[in-house]
Structure formats: structure tokens, C-alpha cells
């Protein structure tokens, strides 16, 4: 949805001030001074002008605007400045939702103190002042609570946004990712073996005449490290050939790590004794994989221990080393340019936790996490708790507004006691309080709202209270209202959530009836219950559920949207992991089946001529699986834009890359048919790139033969990819949309499914 242009809005209100004052005045012929004119022009202009900045510095622009409707509180007649005046709501608006929440609160509490002031100033309310000053206050919080939903929304959406990004860049490193990891795994398990089998068979030859026992010891040495070799080339194998098997749980992974970094000879102590979500055991992960790289550059050698425990409000990792190995001066600077720790916090952060490094007091590092035992009722992605509770309470002092109003005139009225006003305002206050929870426990707080409210009726049955303070008991109905929409956008069951307007309707207004039973009023007296009913239902159920309708209709709608761009979102970051799988599995793939077709085959022969005594078909054999070795690490080294900087640098691909595309696919073993019809067209670079990304994710889905058709000499230009892959969880189909509204694009369905693009559109398959 497109943004209102900011000048729109102080136009309309600049419009509408100017036309109600001093416009219609002059046209009805009243005495307008010319002073009062100009002062109304200028404060509306003032203010208009101010509000075109309300987006970029919305602090100056309230500062603005309350000087000039002071001026023009003091210099024209009262309620001259009916529109305008909603300058500073506006302000207060742009405040809530670009600024932190703590500037919000003082905004808001200077306005409501500011205006409070120019109240008093004018001395015409009176006694009506309080209820006048309750009515300024809801319309503040009203204004906030709109505007920090809208920061929330925002917060929410960049979120998402950021999730895409990181799964997208996921992606985008996963088969270089792999390859790294693989060619490392390669070079620590057997390329050193084989090495060392080259080495010592080699020098045996050479000396051997003058030692002949060391002749024997080689041979017994190629025996039994060929087999050693062969036995980690099989499991590796096997391995890579299960891709989905892994270590599973906290313990598991640091574990596994730990293991890395011991062959690298660090001194690696584990003990974890907790199990957090998977969420939080990737940021364990993660962060004790940076602190043991750091620890690796800084203190080689140094003793390690690794904690993973609950602790009181989470869990807490603890990576700690003696510093055995460092100077000095090194553990000042440990952490080099400060991106290993800003990394490591941000993980921590991310979470709702926090973290600290820095030297032990017995010598050496410490990096300590205390991460959230549940992601989920953390940060919630970075969000601030008490932002929610903020909103929370603006919709507590709303429903406040009616019954306080009411309350403030009935003891103007003198229809309060001394004993009465308190129990009043306790009751409103127990009525109202419960809409703090509304986000946790929306049923239970309807329910709280509709049995306070049967507490007026059994006050005026005992001779507490009279008719007359049902007025009060009506006023409050606004919790409903609000409880209502709470239960339509927080509540389980969606389906069942429409009976929160049925239980209101068959509760409130039999208690408002059986207060006008019981203490009926003398032109009623001798009316029935039946008839009562009936008459508290026309004149206060019908237009009790027009509010309550609309409600729920509000929370109803927010809850679907709320939920569609959810599943939105993790279908696409879904569809984007599984390609990242995918790249990942064919390198697995890849070398797999390199080592199957030479390592594997020369590793044996070492072992069998070791046996046989044949040193010589040793050392060939060596040397023939080492070259083999080496000539897989060196392709798997040698990965297109290894350097995070180089990848920056590459430029985005488009369709002329659909060739390279199919290649790599084949590569692994796959039949790609790629047939392009009017190659060499220009295209918009928007579209160029996302028709090549549309056919990149649907030859991700799948690993069969398929074929791929490019039409470009029409417009708009079609792509078909025949077979479509099987999407049986909808992650395809999710990606392919999520890809599409980044864009402006769009799925349509029919005889010929099609996807439309801004600039020209592509043609599918239906999804199966």
C-alpha cells in the first residue's frame, strides 16, 4: 500500500480551519477583527508547515506547533482554532511511532499537562473541568497507543524483512559454506594420513638397505593407517550420503564442535547439562564457535571448558580458557577489531538475552551468554515488553473515560455519598483493570468484565446503590467493547471467537434490566420484567451491537492479516533453507562421488600391498589417492566468491546466467533441458532478476529430470518448467510468492496458471 504523501494531510486540516475560521464568519457577515484574522492565518499556517516535517523530526515539530496554538488559544476567541487544534494529536502521533517509548511518555505527559493548562487558563468549564480534563487524556492515550502499534508494525516488518535477508544470504553462502567444511574435513581426516604413509614408505626406500627393520615398519605403519584412513573415508561416505543425520540437541552440537577445534589441538572441555529450544541451541552454537575461534587465534594450546546450564530465568554458556599460550599483552585485545564479540552479542541480543567477555581474574578469557530458556516469550524478535504494556495501558485508560466521566458528574450532582464514591470507583476500577491481560488471557478478562458488571445490580438489591448510578454500570460497557476485541485478535478457537458478542449482549443488558426492576423509576413502577427487558434491549442492546460488531470485526480482520503475512514470511524463508539444503546436499553429493571413484579405490590398495609386503605398490598407491585427495580439496577450494567482500562485488544474476544455472545442476548428476527463444532482449533489470530467481527456486524443489523453456520475443515473457516440482508442504509455491511481492508481482490460477511480473509476466505449471 502506498504512503499518503505528507503534505496531504496539513493541507486538509489547513483547508478546514481556514473555511470554519475566519471563513464562514465572513461569509455570515459577523464582526471579524482583521488582528484575529491574521493571528488565525498565521497559527494555521505556522502549524501546516510545521506538520511537513512530522515523519523526519517529529519532537521539533510538537515544540512548533504547541507554541503556535498557545498564541492562538490566547489571541482569538474560544474554539476559533477547531481544526488546527489537532496539530498537536497529530504530532503526538509521529512521536509514538518514531520515537523510543520513554520520549513518547514525556510527550504525552507534557501535552496532556500543557493543555490541562489552557483548560484552567479559560475558567468556563467549572465543576465540569474534571470530566473535561478525563476526556483530553483518553483522546492522548488514544493518539499513543494508535501510534506505538504503528512503531510495533514497523518493528514487526523490518523484522521480516531482515529474517528474509539473512536466509537469503544463507543461501546464497550454503554451497561454499559446504565446500569449505568439506574440503577441511578432508584435509583433517586423511589427506594428513596419506601424507604421512608417502613420507615414511619413501624413506624406507631410501635407506632401507642400510636399516632393513625400518623397511618392516613401514609396511606394518601403511597397513595400519591405510586402514585407519579407509575406515574414516567410509564413514564420511556414509555421511555425506545422509545428509539429514546429524548431531541432535545442545550437547550434541558443542560437542561435535569441541571435537573440531581438539584436532586443531585445543584442549576442549564440554559440559552442558541443559536442553533449550532450537533457537536458542543455535545461538549457544554460534556463540561458542566465535569465542573458540577467538581463543584458537589468541591463546593456541590454552585449556578450554565449554558450560551450557539453566540458571535462573535461562540458560547460560560459558566459554573460559587459562590463556596458557598468550602474552600478555594479547588479552587486552583479544577480540581484534570487536567484530567477534559485536557478532556474539548480537546473537545473544537477538534473543531477548545479553552477554559479557572479558579477562578472568585467575588469567586468561571468559565470554559469558544468559540466553532466554523460550525465545518466544523474549524479545519476540527484538521488541521491548514494555512496549506492548504501554499500548496496554492506553486502552485501560480508555475504557476509564466513560465511567470516570460519569462518575465526576454524578458527584457534581451531589448523587454520590461520602461512602458511595469510593465503592464506585473501585468497582470501575475492577471492571476495567483486568484489560491489562488482554493479550494473554482475552476470555478470562471478557469473563471478569461481564461478572464485575453483575455486581451493580446485587449493590442496588442490597440498598448500596440506586438507579441512578446504573448509570455508571452503562457508561463502563466500553471494557466489553474492548474485551471483545481483545478475545477476536488474542483469543484461541478463532472460530468460536464471534460468541464474545453473544455473551456480552446476554449479560449486560439483563443486568442493566434487573437495575431497573429492582429500583425501578416512578413512571415505570408498575412495569413487568418482560417488558423492561424488551425495552433495555431496543434502547440499549441494539446500539451496544453496533460497537461491539465492529469490535470484533477490527480484531478479526488485524488477527488475518496478522497470520497471513506470519505464514507469508516463514513459508518463504522455508522455501529459501530448503534451496540452501539443497546446494549444501548436491556438494555433499559431489564429493561423495569423487571419493568413491579414486580416493576410496587407492586408499584400499595401500592397505592390501602393505599386507602383501609390496612397499612399492604402497608408495603408488599413496601417492596416486594423495594426488586424487589433492585434486578434490583444490576444487573444492577453489569456490566463486569466497571472500564475503568478492561475493558484494558480484553482480546480481539474470536470465544470461540461466545457462551456468542448468550446468551446475547437471554437474550433480541432474537432466536439465534448457531451451531460451529470443535470447540477447533487453530487459528491466527488476525483471531480468526475478524471473531468473523464479526458475532457480523451482529447479530447487526437486532433483529429477526437467525441462526449462524460455519464451522472450513476446511480451510479456513466459517461462515453463515442465515437470513442476512436488510441493507437498507449500514451501515452493510460498517462495514463489514471497518472490513475486517483492516485486509487485502476483499468482494467478485458472486453466493456465500464470505469475505476472510489473514488467511482463511469467507462465507456469500449477504447483503439485
Not at 404 to 415: D, F, K, M, P, W
Request: aromatic share 4%; net charge neutral; charged share 20%.
Amino acid at each position: 500500500m502506498k504512503r499518503i504523501p505528507v503534505w496531504v494531510l496539513p493541507v486538509v486540516l489547513a483547508v478546514l480551519q481556514l473555511t470554519s475560521w475566519p471563513g464562514l464568519p465572513y461569509l455570515e457577515r459577523q464582526r471579524v477583527s482583521a488582528v484575529a484574522a491574521a493571528t488565525a492565518v498565521v497559527v494555521t499556517v505556522v502549524a501546516a508547515v510545521a506538520l511537513l516535517w512530522r515523519r523526519t523530526a517529529p519532537l521539533a515539530v510538537t515544540g512548533v506547533i504547541v507554541i503556535a496554538l498557545t498564541v492562538g488559544e490566547w489571541g482569538l476567541p474560544t474554539d476559533t482554532l477547531s481544526a488546527i487544534g489537532a496539530a498537536d494529536l497529530v504530532a503526538l502521533y509521529g512521536v509514538a511511532v518514531l520515537r523510543s517509548q520513554r520520549t513518547t511518555v514525556l510527550t504525552l505527559l507534557a501535552l496532556i499537562g500543557w493543555q490541562c493548562a489552557l483548560v484552567a487558563a479559560t475558567g468556563e468549564l467549572g465543576a465540569d473541568y474534571p470530566a473535561a480534563v478525563a476526556l483530553l487524556v483518553a483522546f492522548y492515550v488514544t493518539v499513543v497507543a494508535l501510534g506505538r502499534a504503528r512503531h510495533r508494525w514497523h518493528a514487526d516488518r523490518a523484522r521480516a524483512v531482515a529474517e528474509l535477508a539473512e536466509a537469503e544470504d544463507r543461501r546464497s553462502r550454503a554451497a561454499d559454506t559446504e565446500r569449505h567444511r568439506l574440503a577441511r574435513e578432508l584435509h583433517d581426516v586423511t589427506a594428513h594420513h596419506l601424507t604421512s604413509i608417502v613420507v615414511i614408505a619413501s624413506a624406507a626406500q631410501r635407506i632401507g638397505a642400510a636399516r632393513p627393520e625400518l623397511v618392516a615398519e613401514a609396511r606394518d605403519f601403511a597397513a595400519r593407517t591405510g586402514r585407519e584412513t579407509l575406515a574414516a573415508l567410509h564413514r564420511l561416505v556414509a555421511l555425506l550420503q545422509r545428509p539429514d543425520v546429524g548431531p541432535d540437541g545442545a550437547a550434541a552440537r558443542l560437542e561435535e564442535l569441541a571435537e573440531g577445534f581438539r584436532r586443531l589441538g585445543q584442549r576442549v572441555t564440554v559440559t552442558a547439562g541443559a536442553a533449550p529450544a532450537p533457537a536458542v541451541a543455535d545461538a549457544a552454537y554460534g556463540i561458542a564457535r566465535e569465542a573458540l575461534t577467538n581463543t584458537l587465534r589468541y591463546a593456541p594450546g590454552a585449556a578450554v571448558t565449554i558450560g551450557l546450564e539453566d540458571v535462573s530465568g535461562g540458560v547460560e554458556l560459558t566459554v573460559a580458557d587459562d590463556g596458557a599460550a598468550a602474552s600478555d599483552g594479547t588479552s587486552a585485545d583479544r577480540l581484534g577489531s570487536g567484530r567477534g564479540l559485536t557478532g556474539m552479542r548480537e546473537r545473544a541480543e537477538a534473543l531477548g538475552g545479553s552477554l559479557e567477555a572479558g579477562p578472568r581474574a585467575g588469567g586468561g578469557w571468559q565470554v559469558r551468554a544468559v540466553l532466554p530458556t523460550d525465545p518466544s516469550s523474549g524479545s519476540a524478535g527484538g521488541r521491548r515488553p514494555g512496549a506492548d504494556r504501554l499500548i496496554d495501558a492506553a486502552v485501560l485508560l480508555l475504557a476509564l473515560v466513560g465511567p470516570v466521566i460519569a462518575l465526576l458528574v454524578l458527584l457534581g450532582e451531589r448523587s454520590l455519598t461520602p461512602g458511595q464514591a469510593p465503592l464506585a470507583a473501585l468497582l470501575i476500577i475492577a471492571h476495567a483493570a483486568p484489560l491489562m491481560w488482554r493479550r494473554d488471557r482475552p476470555w478470562i478478562v471478557l469473563a471478569a468484565a461481564v461478572g464485575t458488571t453483575w455486581v451493580w445490580p446485587a449493590l442496588v438489591a442490597v440498598g448500596v446503590l440506586s438507579l441512578t448510578h446504573g448509570w455508571i454500570a452503562a457508561s463502563a460497557l466500553g471494557t466489553e467493547v474492548l474485551a471483545v476485541h481483545a478475545v477476536a485478535r488474542y483469543g484461541r478457537e478463532p472460530a468460536l471467537n464471534w460468541l464474545s458478542m453473544v455473551a456480552v449482549l446476554f449479560t449486560a443488558i439483563p443486568a442493566l434490566t434487573l437495575i431497573l426492576v429492582l429500583d425501578p423509576p416512578p413512571d415505570d413502577a408498575g412495569d413487568s420484567p418482560a417488558f423492561l427487558l424488551v425495552l433495555m434491549t431496543v434502547i440499549a442492546g441494539v446500539p451496544l451491537a453496533f460497537p461491539l460488531f465492529s469490535a470484533w470485526l477490527t480484531g478479526f480482520l488485524v488477527r488475518r492479516r496478522r497470520d497471513r503475512d506470519r505464514l507469508r514470511q516463514d513459508h518463504a524463508v522455508a522455501a529459501i533453507t530448503a534451496w540452501a539444503v539443497a546446494e549444501a546436499g548436491a556438494e555433499r553429493a559431489r564429493v561423495a562421488a569423487g571419493l568413491r571413484a579414486a580416493v576410496l579405490r587407492d586408499t584400499a590398495c595401500v592397505a592390501e600391498a602393505a599386507d602383501r609386503g609390496d612397499l612399492d605398490q604402497v608408495l603408488r598407491s599413496a601417492r596416486t589417492a594423495l594426488d586424487a585427495m589433492r585434486g578434490l580439496l583444490n576444487d573444492l577450494r577453489e569456490a566463486p566468491a569466497a571472500d564475503p567482500a568478492d561475493r558484494g562485488r558480484t553482480p546480481q544474476p539474470t536470465l544470461a546466467a540461466l545457462p551456468d544455472l542448468a550446468e551446475r545442476w547437471r554437474a550433480n548428476g541432474r537432466t536439465v533441458t534448457l531451451e531460451v527463444t529470443g535470447a540477447g532482449r533487453a530487459l528491466s533489470p527488476d525483471l531480468d532478476l526475478s524471473a531468473y530467481r523464479v526458475v532457480e527456486l523451482l529447479l530447487a524443489g526437486d532433483t529429477g529430470p526437467v525441462t526449462v523453456r524460455v519464451d522472450l520475443t513476446g511480451d510479456p515473457l513466459r517461462i515453463r518448467v515442465t515437470p513442476m516440482p512436488a510441493d507437498p508442504g507449500g514451501e515452493v509455491a510460498a517462495g514463489l510468492r514471497a518472490r513475486l511481492a517483492a516485486v509487485g508481482g502476483a499468482l494467478t490460477t485458472g486453466a493456465s496458471p500464470e505469475i505476472t511480473l510489473p514488467n511482463g509476466e511469467v507462465a507456469t505449471s500449477q504447483p503439485a
